[in-house]
Structure formats: C-alpha cells, structure tokens
C-alpha cells in the first residue's frame, strides 16, 4: 500500500479544540520505533513528544468534489526530530509515532492513504480532558483553565514552529507541509497525566488553541 501514500492528495480541514499535551521519554525507549533515515532531536538523552488531541471537521481530499468530507477525533504521538538536513538549519519538523481515531473506516483509509501510522483506540474526549484505551495501554489527562500554570519560553517556541512532518516510504523520506494562517498556542495547566503506553513518560507542559484553525496538508514530497 506505499504507493498510495506517494499520490499528490491534498487535504482542506478544519482543526477545532486543539490541545497539545508535551512530554518527554528517554530516547533510547522509543529509538527502534524509528525510521533509520529520521533522527530525534535529544533534549538531554531525552525525546519530546507533542501529543495532539483534535476534532477534524470538513475534512476534505481536493482531488474529490467539494461535497465528500469527513469529520473525526484525531490523537497521534508526534515526535520532535532533528530535520536541519532538509530545512536549512531549522528543526521544525516531526514524525508520528503512532495515531489514534474511534472510527475504524477513518483508520483504514489512514493505513492506506496516509503516514499517520493510524490506529483504532477508545477515545473518551470533552474539552477539560481525555481517556485513550487500546486494549491494556492507556493515557489519561486533565485540563484546567483556573490554575495558574508554569510556562517555559524553550517548550512554547519549539512546539509553536512545528509546520512539517515526515515519514520513510521505501527507504526514501518524505516531507509533508502543514500550512495554516495562524497558531495561536495557549499555555494550559495540565493535571493528572498518567499513561503507560510510555514507561518513561514526564509532562513538560500544555497548549490549547481556542479558535478554529482552517489548514491545509499537502501531498507529501520527497526531502531534499
């Protein structure tokens, strides 16, 4: 199925109650998951991981009349890499390490279609917080807007440039561009975080966007 992800497929949405859950893991527990091509950024021997709880809306592939859309709760585990090679010095890029929907026909045509590494799970989503459940695996968290929050210059100015994501398709890398107007993250105190997808989880830090973001994914191409 590789050479479906290679197609020229742009996608228009709609991205509503975003929250960014950040946390960091020791590299060396997610290396192998990998691709050998990509690099993590090591923030001390550690990988920071930009977890994006969203609802997708008016989902739309360009090459299909305006009219077909879909709509679903995306969750993935993007993981900050080192893409300076491909950027010029910048390091704005990250790869999905694995992502989540309720909706198994969404999940399938991810597989086909994308380099989410997309994946069915339970998903108990309001906007103070969220359950993940596949199988014996879980992530919880707790959102609240009246607690005053620690913020950190480094954590916002990383997360706030990510704008691109890669992936390996036959040993090639591939970059896709996120393009959106504007990303008005907002520090949130996050409480409550327990997973064990990660057995060396630590939170870092919160963002939420209150606004609705209109974006566009462009067809993937490769890095360069």
Known sequence: MN????????YTGELHNV??????VEKKEIESQIPWKIHLRDYNGRALISMV????KHMHPTFLPSVIQFSYRHVAFRVLIDDATYTGGRKHGI?????????????????WFTSYNLETAELIATPQFLTLKQNDRFLNYVLDEETPCITNTYLYEEVSQIDRAYS?????????????????????????????????????????????????????????
Request: aromatic share 14%.
């Open 3 to 10: 050479i479906l992800k290679q197609l020229p497929i742009h």
């Open 19 to 24: 929250q960014l859950i950040n946390f960091s």
């Open 53 to 56: 709880n969203v609802q997708l």
């Open 95 to 111: 790869y999905f390490l694995r992502s989540f929907t309720d909706n198994s026909l969404i999940a399938q045509g991810g597989k």
């Open 168 to 224: 390996m398709i036959n040993n090639t890398v591939y970059k896709t561009q996120i393009m959106r107007k504007k990303w008005p993250i907002e520090w949130i105190h996050c409480s409550h975080f327990q997973t064990n997808f990660f057995e060396t989880a630590r939170l870092e830090g919160a963002f939420q966007v209150r606004e609705k973001i209109d974006y566009k994914w462009l067809a993937a191409e490769q890095a360069r």
